[in-house]
């Protein structure tokens, strides 16, 4: 995987296809890589998967408790 940080938005190329992902496995990577770059998860998050398919989206966690608002 490669992760290119960009201000408030990280890019990750995946070494997978991202159709057929279900929306739980999406919101997982998307996190994990919004947490990975920012102790509040706030990044948003681009990736874009091995056949070409791409998302965009934001950790949806409340950092105080990790749960969805």
């Known amino acids: 995987m490669e ?3 960009g201000g408030e938005e990280v890019t990750a190329d995946l070494p997978i ?3 057929g992902l279900g929306r739980t496995a999406l919101h997982q990577l998307i996190c994990t890589i ?3 770059h920012d ?3 706030r990044a948003t998050v681009r990736l874009t998967g091995k056949d070409g398919v791409s998302a965009s989206r934001t950790c949806d966690l409340d950092p105080a ?3 969805r608002p």
């Open 17 to 19: 296809a991202l159709d």
């Open 39 to 41: 102790a509040n998860g």
């Open 65 to 67: 408790s990790r749960r």
């Open 3 to 5: 992760v290119s940080p």
């Open 34 to 36: 919004a947490y990975s």
